[in-house]
Each structure stands twice: as structure tokens, then as C-alpha cells.
């Protein structure tokens, strides 16, 4: 005879089962399968197995049991995977590699360039998330990455001062450069006189070289302390380097076409910016000879802003100097941002803790997102999107809005990456990586929507 027990005292003994039992137990009989079905009993294992996961809208039409089997069978296939498969989990840095020519048929193929403490380059197809090729292991760590896109080339510079060009195709290096001194900072420049690669060092030095031959072209000390910043202004007239010494390290805006085309027995036309602590700069997209640096002074670490306009010909600078536009200083309270970007040339956007701020170059507020939980742990601006993620799993993307006074941005999406599944497998680390190549495919793929 069938022992037919109630639904109530069913579903509390069903509560302490886990989930393979409960769904033998729902095989006994039609009452037990009803029961068995409970969307509490699912939801309960679900947030007990992943408690760290934030499930508001992902859950849409379907039931808490069919949730639970979707992730257990993804957790089933990241354990199926080889952590050969993985390499680039613990990716450091990372950058675009594919341009507007690069493509596969008649579709735009994203590239991205990624590199491992396996001392590896990488180049990922975005699209197909597969690795399309890498180099070698190099005999040290690869300490900095820079592309040009519109060449399909990789720059590499290690631990050792190895300088590297790379086409992502072939297994060997185009070109091999070794320093006297270990490198800091690389940057490319795509100017009408042909690509150019600066490579600043520990000796305060910036190298100019050809590309991809590595050519020495010319050899400028900045300053005696390491050149840890270089950007190429948007228009290609300066160089922009800087260290993040406290208090001792000047800024200096280097005219680009001295580098490129140096005259024997005369120095660089440089421009020295009387300013210390600076930790990070940006260039404004528009205004071509305008650049807001973030800095960090006293024992207490206050944070402000400074904007520099630099004279629009590159000529002789002795008595000249870049004329302060606008500064400003955090409050105390605040806490200190890492990243930084600006807008239009009057803006400066930056995170905070888990807020991203929007100011004016002289320190006036224009707006403030509470968009993330939890602390912002990157940001990218460029001068369509502002693109933020966080440590609570979360990608939050921007769009700026130019009607008005200043350029504001508006709030387009919230996106919840589940990580949590390939952490259980990779670590934190290597599931961050596969959350930024993730955030860098959105990103690229939006771009390329809006292009067209």
C-alpha cells in the first residue's frame, strides 16, 4: 500500500535534500514529482550554492529548477574544460589589436591582444572567444603592451628591458631591441611621417624608434627619475611624460616632431610644466593641446584635478610655460580615484569608491552615478562611452550626451556577469580577465553598431 504523507511536512523533509536526491525523490510517484517541483525548494539551492550571485533579472520566465540545472550544466563544462584552454586568465595587460581592415570575409573581425604570466602574447578572435594565436615563452615577465591597430602590430617591452614587435601571425618577433635600462612605459604614435614607437625608461630617458624595424631615431632624458607616463597628444604635436614621484618629478610636454626629426647638437624643444605628483594625465579628445592631470600631494593624499593648455606651435621654449586653465581639489572626504578621463576638454569623469563623478575642470559638480555596489575597479572613456566595472560582478555603460552647456552622460545599461562560475574553477584572478575580455567585446561591439 502507498504511504501517501502530506505536501507540508513533505516539503520540509524535501528542504534538506540536495538536489540530485530531490530529483530521485521526485521519480517516486506524481505527489512526490508535484512537491518536488516547489519553486522555493530551487530557489533555496540556488542562492545556497551561489550565494555570492546577485540573480534580480536573470531569472525572467523560467523556474528556479531550471535555473539551478542551466548553471550546474555550465559548471559541469568549465570543469570539462583544460586549464590549457585558459592561458590568458591571468592576462596582463590587455589591448586592442584589430582595425578597420582587418577582416573575415566581409565581417569586421575584433582582436584583442592579451598577455599571461606564462611570460606569453596572445591574440583572441573577440566574436568567436577562441585564441587565434601566441608567441613563444619569453625568457622574462612582459611588463608593458601597446598596439597599433591600423597596422595589426604588437609591442612588447619585459622585465629586462627586451623591446618586441609583433604581427600575432608568425611565431617569431618582426623586430628585437634590448635596453640599456628597464622600461616603464611604451607608447605609438601613427604620424605622417610613418609609425613611431616611444619607450620611456628607468634612467628618465624616451627612446624614439622606427616601426617595425626599431630604428633608433633619437634619445631624449626627460628628467633623472623613471618616465612612468606617455601619451601622444591627438593632433601628434606632444609628448606627454611624467613619473609618479612625489614631490620631486616635474612634467614634460616634449614637441613630437623634435623626436621624430632631431637636429644634431641641439636639444629637443621641450616644454617643462611646473607641477609635481602626478599619477595619471589625459589628453582631450577635442581640444588638441589641452591636457587635465590628476595628482596626489601631502601626507593626507589630497587628490585634485589641473588643466594645462600648451602653446599651439611647437617653438622655442625657453621662456615659454603651459598656462594653467583650471585646478581643482577633492574633498577630503572623498575617497582617492585611480582612473581618470575627460570629456570635451571641461570635464573630468572619475570613480570613487563605488560612484562615478562627473566634474568641470574647475571643480563644479555636474553629476553623480550610483550605479555599482560595490568599489569601481576600472574605467574607460573615450569620446562616445564611458564603460565602468566593479567588484559586485557588475558592467555598467555610459553615453555622453552633448546638448547643453557641458557634455553630460547618460545612463544606458546594467549588465550582471556571473563570474562567480569560472572562479570556482580559474580563481578570482583569472575569472576578472575573462569578465574584462568580456567587457572589452560589448564595448567594441556597440562601437561598431553606432559606427554603422
Not at 636639444?267 to 589641452?290: H, N
Request: glycine letters at 6%; aromatic letters at 12%.
Amino acid at each position: 500500500m502507498e504511504l501517501q504523507v502530506p505536501d507540508v511536512p513533505l516539503l520540509k523533509i524535501f528542504s534538506f535534500l540536495d538536489a540530485f536526491s530531490l530529483l530521485q525523490a521526485s521519480q517516486v510517484n506524481r505527489g512526490w514529482n508535484r512537491v518536488a517541483e516547489n519553486d522555493q525548494l530551487w530557489r533555496s539551492l540556488c542562492l545556497k550554492k551561489w550565494s555570492l550571485c546577485n540573480f534580480s533579472g536573470c531569472l525572467g520566465s523560467q523556474t528556479w529548477k531550471r535555473l539551478f540545472l542551466q548553471q550546474t550544466k555550465l559548471e559541469h563544462r568549465m570543469a570539462a574544460v583544460k586549464p590549457e584552454d585558459f592561458l590568458f586568465r591571468e592576462a596582463r595587460p590587455m589591448a586592442y589589436l584589430s582595425g578597420c581592415g582587418h577582416t573575415v570575409g566581409a565581417q569586421e573581425k575584433s582582436v584583442l591582444c592579451t598577455v599571461s604570466s606564462k611570460h606569453k602574447l596572445y591574440a583572441w578572435d573577440v566574436q568567436e572567444g577562441t585564441m587565434i594565436w601566441s608567441s613563444p615563452v619569453q625568457q622574462s615577465s612582459i611588463m608593458r603592451l601597446a598596439t597599433l591597430p591600423q597596422m595589426h602590430l604588437a609591442f612588447t617591452v619585459d622585465l629586462e628591458g627586451t623591446v618586441k614587435v609583433w604581427n600575432c601571425q608568425d611565431e617569431d618577433a618582426l623586430a628585437t631591441l634590448t635596453m640599456p635600462w628597464t622600461c616603464f612605459s611604451l607608447e605609438i604614435c601613427l604620424t605622417n611621417d610613418g609609425p613611431f614607437l616611444m619607450v620611456g625608461n628607468a634612467e628618465g630617458d624616451i627612446y624614439t624608434l622606427t616601426v617595425p624595424e626599431l630604428r633608433g631615431v633619437s634619445k631624449v632624458n626627460a628628467f633623472k627619475y623613471s618616465v612612468d607616463l606617455l601619451h601622444c597628444s591627438p593632433d601628434k604635436k606632444w609628448i606627454f611624460a611624467s613619473g609618479t614621484h612625489q614631490n620631486i618629478l616635474p612634467v614634460v610636454g616634449v614637441a613630437l616632431q623634435s623626436l621624430l626629426k632631431p637636429s644634431e647638437g641641439k636639444s629637443p624643444l621641450s616644454l617643462s610644466i611646473p607641477f609635481s605628483s602626478c599619477c595619471r594625465a589625459c589628453w582631450a579628445p577635442r581640444r588638441t593641446s589641452r591636457i587635465t592631470v590628476m595628482y596626489r600631494r601631502g601626507s593626507c593624499k589630497k587628490t585634485g584635478f589641473t588643466t594645462f593648455d600648451l602653446p599651439a606651435r611647437a617653438c622655442v621654449f625657453h621662456t615659454n610655460t603651459a598656462r594653467q586653465i583650471a585646478t581643482f581639489l577633492l574633498p577630503l572626504h572623498m575617497e582617492s580615484p585611480i582612473w581618470m578621463g575627460v570629456g570635451d576638454g571641461n570635464t573630468v569623469v572619475f570613480e570613487s569608491g563605488p560612484s562615478l563623478f562627473l566634474f568641470t575642470i574647475s571643480g563644479h559638480l555636474l553629476q553623480r552615478f550610483e550605479d555599482h555596489q560595490r568599489t569601481i575597479g576600472n574605467l574607460w572613456v573615450d569620446p562616445v562611452h564611458v564603460l565602468t566595472t566593479s567588484t559586485d560582478d557588475s558592467l555598467h555603460l555610459y553615453m555622453w550626451d552633448e546638448e547643453g552647456r557641458y557634455p553630460h552622460l547618460k545612463s544606458c545599461s546594467l549588465l550582471f556577469l556571473h563570474f562567480f562560475l569560472l572562479q570556482n574553477y580559474f580563481g578570482y584572478s583569472g575569472s576578472l580577465v575573462f569578465y574584462i575580455f568580456y567587457v572589452c567585446f560589448l564595448f567594441f561591439y556597440t562601437y561598431f553598431r553606432i559606427s554603422l
